[in-house]
């Protein structure tokens, strides 16, 4: 899924922009959303939540939900100008590309 | 194979935990840890988090060891060099020019510090490349102000000689400022 993980960070921020999760839930929530279309291998999701907090689009903590503790991540207010920037770059392109193919076809 | 960076690595580590075990809830061990990843492949895609926590602790270890030349090479002479034998404004050529070069390259060493702090955020490579230059220009300094200082024992009868050692042994800080700048290069030619 060659797309897929050129627009993995759109797909992160999308897959938190409701409400915060850790990172297997985020995984669940963009197969689900996606039908299992999305299915990359999940541990490549982590460096990029990692570089997206750095830069200030995510947020993450520790909560310590029993039995462990595990690191949730939420949408931070830079993350949410960002999530609709990218957004509605998507939407053009894609709105672009199905121009192109029905002018093809 | 994650480099050691004990905050970063732990986290890492408990979050593929946490991963593993809800995934192999679901899916079985196996089918867990297929689905996660080649270990090897996702440790190098952290390399960028690598590559600026090293150099960071190179850049401030780089500015400890300027400090600590500074320290040790300013007010410990002061006290215990004998009265020179020359008049004021009237020491040989052959150690002012060398204490004025100490000083001269000690500037572009702390200008270096600077430089590699302040990029470190948007550009690690300029930080790692002044780094360098910053450890490059303080051995430098040490190596001139141990000739200086064995100059200086030579025309100046009672001086210790152990300052010229002292010297020497602002290397050591250097040295270990180096350790966290070459994993932080290794793990920066990764992202090529």
Same mark, same amino acid.
């Given at each position: 899924m060659g797309d897929a993980r050129g627009h993995l960070d759109l @797909? @992160? $921020? &999308?897959?938190l922009e409701k409400s915060p999760a850790h990172g297997y839930a985020i995984i669940e929530r963009l197969r689900a959303r996606s039908d299992g279309t999305f299915d990359f291998p999940e541990g490549t999701m982590y460096p990029a939540l990692h570089r997206l907090e750095r830069e200030g689009l995510l947020a993450s903590k520790w909560m310590e939900? &029993?039995?462990r503790r595990?690191?949730?991540?939420s949408l931070t207010r830079r993350g949410q100008t960002a999530l609709g920037r990218e957004a509605a770059d998507w939407r053009r392109l =894609?709105?672009?590309i199905e121009a192109v193919m029905a002018g093809g076809a | 194979m994650l480099p050691r960076a004990p905050r970063l690595r732990s986290r890492i580590l408990a979050e593929t935990q946490d991963h593993l075990r809800e995934a192999a809830r679901e899916l079985g061990p196996e089918a867990a840890v297929?689905?996660?990843g080649a270990p090897r492949a996702l440790a190098r895609q952290f390399a960028p988090a690598y590559a600026r926590f090293y150099a960071r602790l190179s850049a401030y270890a780089a500015l400890v060891a300027g400090a600590g030349f500074v320290t040790l090479l300013y007010p410990i002479p002061e006290n215990v060099l004998p009265p020179a034998p020359w008049p004021e404004g009237g020491k040989p050529d052959y150690l002012a020019w060398k204490q004025h070069a100490v000083a001269a390259v000690f500037l572009v060493a702390i200008g270096a510090c600077a430089v590699a702090l302040v990029s470190l955020r948007r550009h690690v490579a300029v930080s790692l490349l002044a780094t360098l230059t910053a450890l &490059? =220009? $303080?051995s430098v300094c040490a190596v001139l102000g141990a000739v200086v200082s064995f100059q200086w024992a030579e025309a100046v009868p009672g001086t210790p000689g152990w300052l010229a050692w002292l010297s020497l042994g602002t290397l050591l800080p250097i040295g270990l400022a180096a350790t966290p700048l070459a994993r932080a290069w290794t793990a920066a030619r990764q992202l090529r």
């Amino acid at each position: 899924m060659g797309d897929a993980r050129g627009h993995l960070d759109l @797909l @992160l $921020l &999308a897959a938190l922009e409701k409400s915060p999760a850790h990172g297997y839930a985020i995984i669940e929530r963009l197969r689900a959303r996606s039908d299992g279309t999305f299915d990359f291998p999940e541990g490549t999701m982590y460096p990029a939540l990692h570089r997206l907090e750095r830069e200030g689009l995510l947020a993450s903590k520790w909560m310590e939900n &029993a039995p462990r503790r595990r690191r949730v991540y939420s949408l931070t207010r830079r993350g949410q100008t960002a999530l609709g920037r990218e957004a509605a770059d998507w939407r053009r392109l =894609s709105r672009a590309i199905e121009a192109v193919m029905a002018g093809g076809a | 194979m994650l480099p050691r960076a004990p905050r970063l690595r732990s986290r890492i580590l408990a979050e593929t935990q946490d991963h593993l075990r809800e995934a192999a809830r679901e899916l079985g061990p196996e089918a867990a840890v297929e689905r996660f990843g080649a270990p090897r492949a996702l440790a190098r895609q952290f390399a960028p988090a690598y590559a600026r926590f090293y150099a960071r602790l190179s850049a401030y270890a780089a500015l400890v060891a300027g400090a600590g030349f500074v320290t040790l090479l300013y007010p410990i002479p002061e006290n215990v060099l004998p009265p020179a034998p020359w008049p004021e404004g009237g020491k040989p050529d052959y150690l002012a020019w060398k204490q004025h070069a100490v000083a001269a390259v000690f500037l572009v060493a702390i200008g270096a510090c600077a430089v590699a702090l302040v990029s470190l955020r948007r550009h690690v490579a300029v930080s790692l490349l002044a780094t360098l230059t910053a450890l &490059a =220009s $303080l051995s430098v300094c040490a190596v001139l102000g141990a000739v200086v200082s064995f100059q200086w024992a030579e025309a100046v009868p009672g001086t210790p000689g152990w300052l010229a050692w002292l010297s020497l042994g602002t290397l050591l800080p250097i040295g270990l400022a180096a350790t966290p700048l070459a994993r932080a290069w290794t793990a920066a030619r990764q992202l090529r």
